[in-house]
């Protein structure tokens, strides 16, 4: 099973930036799709943004012109630019990676948490 594990949040103004950086033990560019998920208090998770193998990218609604997603492969790295951020953003950020011909077919980090605050 792919290991992985986030890093980078943090308590930022509103209108600023995070980078959110998950780091996974296997290529990033093999791994069916990668992406971001977010749980704010009392919350179910949401899906924040996604990029799949073979490059294709999708972001929830509520973010679109504001995160983007990326991917290193040399570095087995995933990131979340995060920009303008709202207060709304605040939550707990997880990497999952979704391989669905492997059992388990979820990985997901510990999380790490946002907080958007003045």
């Known amino acids: 099973q792919v290991q992985v594990a986030e890093s980078g949040g943090g308590l930022v103004h509103p209108g600023g930036s995070l980078r959110l950086s998950c780091t996974a033990s296997r290529s990033v560019s093999t791994i069916y799709v990668m992406q971001w998920y977010r749980q704010a208090p009392g919350k179910g998770r949401e899906l924040v943004a996604g990029?799949?193998?073979?490059?294709?990218?999708e972001y929830a609604d509520s973010v679109k012109g504001r995160f983007t997603i990326s991917r290193d492969n040399a570095k087995n790295m995933l990131y979340l630019q995060m920009n303008n951020l709202k207060p709304e953003d605040t939550a707990v950020y997880y990497c999952?990676?979704?391989?669905?011909?492997?059992?388990?077919?979820?990985?997901w980090g510990q999380g790490t948490q946002v907080t958007v605050s003045s």
């Open positions: 990029i799949m193998s073979g490059g294709s990218i």
């Open positions: 999952n990676a979704h391989i669905p011909w492997e059992d388990p077919s979820d990985s």
